[in-house]
């Protein structure tokens, strides 16, 4: 397992589109990215991380069960696995109800913002064996689940706000991003 290193705004690999993964790419190396996605989703902390973020523009995303809606065995006892990977999530349904939630993103340092987006959504995706899944997220985990897809399309938060907050923020943080060696990081 391996914590890997999170690209930051204005990367222009977090602007890209990213591809399906084929059934020929299920197995040992799948499951294990998706661990390490999920070992960096845990160190930053954060609650979900899509491939993007780290440099793999395949279509998969790691979410932390812990926010999701528990599921219980007949003893009650929480069956969650350590960590939800979802693979080509596709959204099939979302509600007419929407919800404000003021979100931040592991790529987009120091900076949090309302977004509005539908309260519940109906999720079909593979896990990382390539099974296929469909389940209802609602309230926080339909928030992280959604900010999440938009990052397999290539879109941040920044681009969720008017063009005049994305620049005073980019501006501000080219200064925060110059090394000592006069190069830029991401
Ligand atoms: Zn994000």
Redo the contacts with the bound molecule.
């Keep these: 397992m391996a914590v890997l290193h999170v690209l930051t705004v204005p990367n222009p690999i977090l602007s890209k589109k990213c591809r399906p993964i084929g059934p020929g790419e299920f197995g040992e190396d799948l499951a294990r990215f998706a661990s390490d996605l999920a070992e960096t989703m845990y160190a930053a902390p954060g609650v979900?991380l899509?491939a993007p973020?780290v440099g793999d523009l395949r279509r998969l995303i790691v979410i932390d069960p812990g926010n999701c809606t528990r599921e219980q065995d007949d003893d009650g006892r929480p069956t969650n696995p350590r960590f939800l990977a979802l693979v080509n999530p596709q959204i099939i349904e979302a509600s007419k109800e929407m919800m404000v939630y003021e979100e931040g993103?592991?790529?987009?340092p120091d900076f949090e913002e309302n977004v509005t987006r539908p309260r519940r959504v109906h999720i079909r995706y593979l896990d990382e064996s390539g099974k296929p899944h469909q389940k209802w997220f609602e309230g926080y985990d339909a928030i992280v689940v959604q900010?999440?897809m938009d990052?397999l399309e290539g879109v941040?938060?920044l681009d969720r706000v008017s063009r005049l907050k994305k620049g005073r923020y980019l501006q501000r943080r080219q200064k925060v991003r110059v090394r000592n060696d006069g190069t830029l990081e991401y």
């Design positions: 979900g899509a973020q993103c592991l790529s987009v900010h999440e990052h941040v938060i």
